[in-house]
């Protein structure tokens, strides 16, 4: 197993509350520190750094407005915020704008929608290096590697390509699956295990034919991100039924999930792709503390092993992207053994 980490996850240091956000801010470094450790205890490899691909990936999926923002909204945003106070709106940019602000107070709410993202000093940098991870895995994957998993922090599958949100600031799978797509020339398809929808993903390939988006979530009736993730939502244009939503109820049992998850396979199978992007959210075990009025899909340890056996029969060269998981005591057992699980059904 090919294994992606770098350490300047850690410059995006978000141990504190952070004002306006009403619940603890779960998206902290001990996350990836804990998947460190419980990777290492399982042998599943050496844990190597990220090849430096430059912006070229990036730009490739994001807005240039929406990247300067990123890199300079910190330092820029210091007469607005005390000292090293994280940069967070208090005004977000909402149906029927009609003036783009270049004012810091404006445009930290034109270019997020929710104030569980906010800036940090080290947030750029933490996010760019989560991105290299993406690109690293996936060039190794093109190279020949059946599996490459990139332990990236932040995660990214609610970023747009001019919004951030849900702690998310670059889209690490979509960044992966367009440096696949156009290294190689193929099909790319990008399953969303995550308990919450994948928005960001949604929107940068709804028009894409080449891309086909696959997601598992809890219904956006009752969670996050709220207004994405119906099962209507299936593309547009040329990419119609390029996009795909299963939307779960609140605590869906083990065999629907496994169940819904096999119907998910059966299109990627359909669509013909060269290469899977997995976008991996430990937030669906029923142990995970984010979902909202303990709603937690009801899927256990043991579960995890049918997720992987199910996902390996595909049977296509995977890019793994760490996305949510907030149970930090578990999170590192849980990543280690859809790994090995992955391995062990190929």
């Not at 690109?135 to 951030?164: E, K």
């Not at 039924?241 to 998850?261: F, I, M």
């Given at each position: 197993?090919?294994?992606?980490?770098?350490?300047?996850h850690?410059?995006?240091?978000?141990?504190?509350?952070?004002?306006?956000?009403?619940?603890?801010?779960?998206e902290?470094p001990?996350?990836?520190?804990?998947?460190?450790?419980?990777i290492?205890?399982?042998?599943?490899?050496k844990?190597?750094?990220?090849?430096?691909?430059?912006?070229?990936?990036?730009?490739?999926?994001?807005?240039?407005?929406?990247?300067?923002?990123?890199?300079?909204?910190?330092?820029?945003?210091?007469p607005?915020?005390?000292?090293?106070?994280?940069?967070?709106?208090?005004t977000?940019?909402?149906?029927?704008?009609?003036?783009?602000?270049?004012?810091?107070?404006?445009?930290?709410?034109?270019?997020?929608?929710?104030?569980?993202?906010?800036?940090?000093?080290?947030?750029?940098?933490?996010?760019?290096?989560?991105?290299?991870?993406a690109?690293?895995?996936?060039?190794?994957?093109?190279?020949?590697?059946r599996f490459?998993?990139?332990?990236?922090?932040?995660?990214?599958?609610?970023?747009?390509?001019?919004?951030?949100?849900?702690?998310?600031?670059?889209?690490n799978?979509?960044?992966?699956?367009?440096?696949?797509?156009?290294?190689?020339?193929q099909?790319?398809?990008?399953?969303?295990?995550?308990?919450?929808?994948?928005?960001?993903?949604?929107?940068?390939f709804?028009?894409?034919?080449?891309?086909?988006?696959?997601?598992?979530?809890?219904?956006?009736?009752?969670?996050?991100?709220?207004?994405?993730?119906?099962?209507?939502?299936?593309?547009?244009?040329?990419?119609?039924?390029?996009?795909?939503?299963?939307?779960?109820?609140h605590?869906?049992?083990?065999?629907?999930?496994?169940?819904?998850?096999?119907e998910?396979?059966?299109?990627?199978?359909?669509?013909?792709?060269?290469?899977?992007?997995?976008?991996?959210?430990?937030?669906?075990?029923?142990?995970?503390?984010?979902?909202?009025?303990?709603?937690?899909?009801?899927?256990?340890?043991?579960?995890?092993?049918?997720?992987?056996?199910?996902?390996a029969?595909?049977?296509?060269?995977?890019?793994?992207?760490?996305e949510?998981?907030?149970?930090?005591?578990?999170?590192?057992?849980?990543?280690?053994?859809?790994?090995?699980?992955?391995?062990?059904?190929?």
């Amino acid at each position: 197993m090919e294994i992606l980490y770098s350490p300047h996850h850690a410059k995006h240091a978000t141990t504190l509350r952070l004002p306006g956000y009403p619940l603890p801010y779960f998206e902290i470094p001990a996350r990836a520190e804990a998947i460190v450790q419980a990777i290492r205890k399982a042998g599943l490899g050496k844990l190597d750094e990220p090849r430096d691909f430059g912006m070229a990936p990036i730009t490739d999926v994001h807005a240039p407005d929406f990247i300067r923002y990123l890199q300079t909204a910190y330092q820029s945003s210091r007469p607005f915020f005390e000292g090293t106070k994280p940069a967070i709106a208090d005004t977000f940019n909402g149906r029927g704008w009609r003036h783009k602000p270049t004012g810091w107070p404006g445009q930290l709410g034109y270019y997020s929608f929710d104030v569980a993202a906010a800036i940090l000093e080290g947030t750029w940098e933490a996010a760019y290096w989560s991105a290299q991870c993406a690109v690293t895995a996936a060039d190794r994957v093109r190279s020949g590697s059946r599996f490459a998993y990139a332990l990236c922090r932040p995660p990214g599958h609610h970023a747009a390509r001019d919004q951030h949100g849900g702690f998310c600031y670059l889209n690490n799978a979509a960044i992966a699956a367009t440096a696949l797509r156009r290294s190689t020339g193929q099909r790319v398809a990008i399953l969303d295990i995550d308990y919450h929808h994948g928005n960001g993903t949604q929107e940068i390939f709804y028009a894409d034919p080449d891309v086909l988006f696959c997601s598992l979530h809890a219904s956006p009736d009752a969670e996050y991100p709220f207004f994405w993730g119906g099962k209507e939502e299936r593309g547009e244009g040329e990419a119609i039924g390029c996009n795909r939503n299963w939307p779960l109820p609140h605590s869906v049992s083990e065999n629907d999930y496994l169940t819904a998850l096999g119907e998910a396979v059966a299109v990627i199978r359909e669509f013909k792709p060269g290469f899977l992007v997995l976008s991996a959210g430990f937030d669906f075990m029923e142990s995970d503390p984010v979902p909202l009025n303990g709603g937690s899909f009801r899927v256990g340890p043991s579960g995890l092993d049918s997720v992987a056996r199910i996902i390996a029969g595909l049977s296509l060269p995977t890019v793994i992207i760490q996305e949510g998981g907030y149970d930090v005591e578990r999170l590192g057992l849980y990543v280690a053994r859809l790994l090995t699980g992955l391995i062990r059904h190929t």
